[in-house]
C-alpha cells in the first residue's frame, strides 16, 4: 500500500509506500495518527499548516462486507481539536482498489486558485485547475465532473459552504448512483478542503489492486462467517433495510431522549409523523425506494430514495439524526420540508446536524417560530448569500448563540450534540463531553445499553456505571471506526464468537497474531493520539465538561438532568 502526498503549494505529488509504523492502520488510526505526527496541534486549521488526510479502513477493499468507510481527518476549525469525521458510498473501495492507504493533503494553493484532484486507473494523480468550479453546488458540479470525466469516478468534494470556509461545512461523497448525497460532516472538515484549494477529489472506480492479505484463504472464511451473521440480525437483515435508521425515530422518542425545540423537552407530539414507519410508507406510496443499497461491498441496503408528490428525487438517505434535527430539534414535523432540508445541505456542502441545531437556537432566540420548515429552507438557502445571518448558520451553533447572545446552545468543544439528550441517556452525556472530537454520538454510541427497548440494563437517568460503559465504547470504536466497519453492520461483532472473528481477520491480513487486547490497545491507541493532540492544541479539563443548561434544566417529561459529575467526566480516560 501506498501514501499519496498532495501539496497544493507548490501542486506537487509524490507517492511513496506506507512507512511501517503505519502498516497496520487505517482509517481513524491512520488519520488520526498522522495528524498527531505531522500537524502543529497550534496550527491555524484553515491556514497551510493543517492537513487533511483521507483514509480507507484497514478493512477497506477485501473480501469483507460493510467495510466501505473513508476516514477523513485533520485539524477542525470548528472544535480547535482534532477531527476525523467518517463517510460511506464508493469513494474508500475505490482508493483501497488502486492501492493508496492515504491521500495527504498539504499546504495551500494561491488563493486564486482551485484545483481537482484526479487519480486515475493506473494510479497516477495529477492536478487539475478548475477555477470555473469554484462556487459551484456538489449536485450540478458531480453532474459536470460526470459529463466530462466519464461515470467510473467517484467523487469526494466540497460544495458552496466549503468553498466559502464555513465552520460546518462537509466533505460530500457520491455513492453507487454517483449522487453526491453521502457526508463526512462533522467537524467542518470541508473548510479545511476549502481553504487548501481543492474543490473535488475524483479516483477512478475501475482499479484492480488486490488487497495484501497474509493469509487470504483465513481471511475469507472468517468474513463469510461475518456477513452471516449481519444478514441473519433482525436489526442489520430485517429492520434497517426496511425502515432505515428512522427506526430509532419511535424508541428514542418514547424514552425521552428525543431533543425537541432546541433541546427543551425530550419528547416530540409530532414523532409519529416524522418515524421510520412513517417515512416508509409515504416513500412506498409514491414509487421511491425503501431499501437502496448506497455503498459500495453494503450487504444491508439501509439508504432510502426519497422523492416527492410526483415521485421525482429528492434525497437520499434520509436518515435518523437528520430527521431529528431537522425536524424534532426545530419543531417540525412535516417529512417532506426535511427532506428538502436534506438535499439543501447536501448539495451546499453542510453538516445537517449541525445546521439543524444552529436553526433550532435561532429559532430559540425568537428570530423564527419553531416549526416552520419553510423558514428553516430559507436559511439553509441563506447560507450562500453572504448575509450575517447566513455565515451564521453556515458556521454552526456556537456562532448563531454569539450572534443572537443566546445562551442556550448544546454544543461540545464547538460541536452539537446528536439526537440522544444527555439527561435522558446520561452514557451518552459521558461521550459528549469526553469524546475528543466534541459532541458526537458515533464516539461512543451506549443507547442500546441504557435502553430496555434495545434490551438494556442499565439505568438510563442515573450517573452508575455510565462512565466506565463509555470509556469502554469509545475505546471500541476507535478501533471499529480503524478498520473500516459499518457503524450498522457491527452486528457481525456483537458477540463474543463475533470479536473473534474479527481479530481472526486482522491478523489473516496483517500476518501477526491479534487479540481482544490488541483491539483495546488498537483503540487506545488512537484515542491517546487524539488526546495528546487536543493537549497540546490547549485543550483543559473543563473541555471535556456538558453546557450547563443540561444539569440545571430538568428534561420533560421525565425531569431529568445530568447527574455524572464533571469531575467523573475529567476522570474517564487515564491516558
Request: proline residues 4%; aromatic residues 6%.
Amino acid at each position: 500500500m501506498r501514501f499519496l502526498r498532495v501539496n497544493m503549494t507548490d501542486q506537487s505529488i509524490h507517492i511513496e509506500n506506507v512507512p511501517e509504523i503505519y502498516r497496520t492502520l487505517g482509517g481513524r488510526a491512520l488519520t488520526s495518527t498522522l495528524v498527531q505526527a505531522e500537524v502543529p496541534a497550534t496550527a491555524d486549521p484553515l491556514g497551510p499548516g493543517n492537513k487533511l488526510v483521507f483514509a480507507p479502513g484497514y478493512f477497506t477493499g477485501t473480501p469483507l462486507v460493510n467495510t466501505s468507510r473513508l476516514s477523513v481527518g485533520g485539524k477542525s476549525p470548528l472544535t480547535g481539536g482534532i477531527k476525523e469525521s467518517n463517510v460511506g458510498g464508493t469513494v474508500a473501495f475505490s482508493l483501497a482498489r488502486l492501492g493508496f492507504a492515504a491521500v495527504i493533503v498539504e499546504g495551500q494553493a494561491p488563493a486564486d486558485k482551485t484545483f481537482l484532484l484526479s487519480i486515475d486507473a493506473d494510479g497516477t494523480a495529477s492536478l487539475i485547475e478548475a477555477g470555473h468550479l469554484r462556487g459551484m453546488r456538489t449536485y450540478a458540479l458531480a453532474a459536470e465532473l460526470h459529463r466530462q470525466y466519464g461515470e467510473k469516478k467517484s467523487i469526494t468534494c466540497t460544495g458552496p459552504a466549503g468553498d466559502m470556509q464555513l465552520l460546518a461545512a462537509s466533505v460530500q461523497s457520491t455513492d453507487l448512483d454517483g449522487r453526491p448525497c453521502r457526508a463526512a460532516g462533522r467537524g467542518g472538515l470541508g473548510a479545511v478542503m476549502g481553504s487548501k484549494g481543492l474543490k473535488a477529489m475524483l479516483v477512478d472506480m475501475g482499479g484492480k489492486t488486490a488487497a495484501e492479505l497474509a493469509d487470504p484463504e483465513s481471511f475469507r472464511n472468517a468474513s463469510k462467517a461475518y456477513a452471516k451473521a449481519v444478514r441473519e440480525d433482525e436489526f442489520s437483515g430485517q429492520i434497517l433495510p426496511e425502515l432505515g435508521t428512522a427506526a430509532l425515530v419511535e424508541p428514542i422518542n418514547a424514552a425521552g431522549a428525543f431533543p425537541t425545540r432546541n433541546a427543551r423537552v425530550g419528547q416530540f407530539e409530532g414523532a409519529e409523523k416524522i418515524s421510520g414507519e412513517a417515512m416508509a410508507e409515504l416513500i412506498k406510496s409514491r414509487g421511491g425506494q425503501t431499501t437502496h443499497k448506497g455503498c459500495s461491498q453494503c450487504i444491508i441496503d439501509c439508504s432510502n430514495v426519497f422523492v416527492d408528490k410526483k415521485g421525482e428525487y429528492v434525497t437520499s438517505s434520509l436518515e435518523y439524526e437528520t430527521i431529528w434535527s431537522m425536524g424534532g430539534m426545530i419543531g417540525n414535523d412535516d417529512l417532506d420540508s426535511i427532506a428538502r432540508l436534506d438535499f439543501l445541505c447536501d448539495d451546499i456542502g453542510l453538516d445537517t446536524m449541525s445546521t439543524g441545531v444552529a436553526i433550532g437556537i435561532a429559532m430559540d432566540a425568537g428570530y423564527r417560530q419553531f416549526g416552520d420548515g419553510a423558514a428553516a429552507i430559507a436559511l439553509v438557502e441563506e447560507v450562500i448569500s453572504g448575509s450575517e445571518i447566513g455565515r451564521a448558520i453556515g458556521n454552526g451553533p456556537d456562532a448563531v448563540g454569539r450572534h443572537f447572545n443566546h445562551d442556550r446552545v448544546p454544543t461540545v468543544k464547538g460541536q452539537s450534540i446528536a439526537a440522544y439528550d444527555p439527561r435522558a441517556i446520561q452514557g451518552m452525556a459521558v461521550t459528549y463531553a469526553t469524546s475528543p472530537m466534541g459532541g458526537d454520538h458515533t464516539a461512543g454510541w451506549v443507547v442500546a445499553q441504557n435502553l430496555e427497548a434495545f434490551g438494556g440494563t442499565i439505568a438510563p437517568m442515573e450517573a452508575e456505571g455510565q462512565v466506565e460503559l463509555s470509556r469502554d465504547a469509545q475505546i471500541h470504536m476507535a478501533a471499529v471506526d480503524s478498520v473500516g466497519i459499518c457503524d450498522f453492520a457491527q452486528s457481525g461483532l456483537a458477540t463474543e464468537e463475533g470479536m473473534g472473528t474479527v481479530h481472526r481477520m486482522y491478523a489473516a491480513k496483517s500476518g501477526r497474531p491479534f487479540s481482544s487486547d490488541d483491539w483495546k490497545a488498537l483503540g487506545e491507541k488512537v484515542l491517546k493520539a487524539e488526546r495528546a493532540f487536543n493537549r497540546a492544541a490547549g485543550f483543559t479539563a473543563k473541555d471535556d465538561h456538558l453546557p450547563r443548561m443540561f444539569y440545571t434544566e430538568p428534561l420533560p417529561p421525565y425531569n431529568a438532568v445530568v447527574k455524572v459529575t464533571d469531575e467523573a467526566m475529567e476522570a474517564t480516560f487515564g491516558f
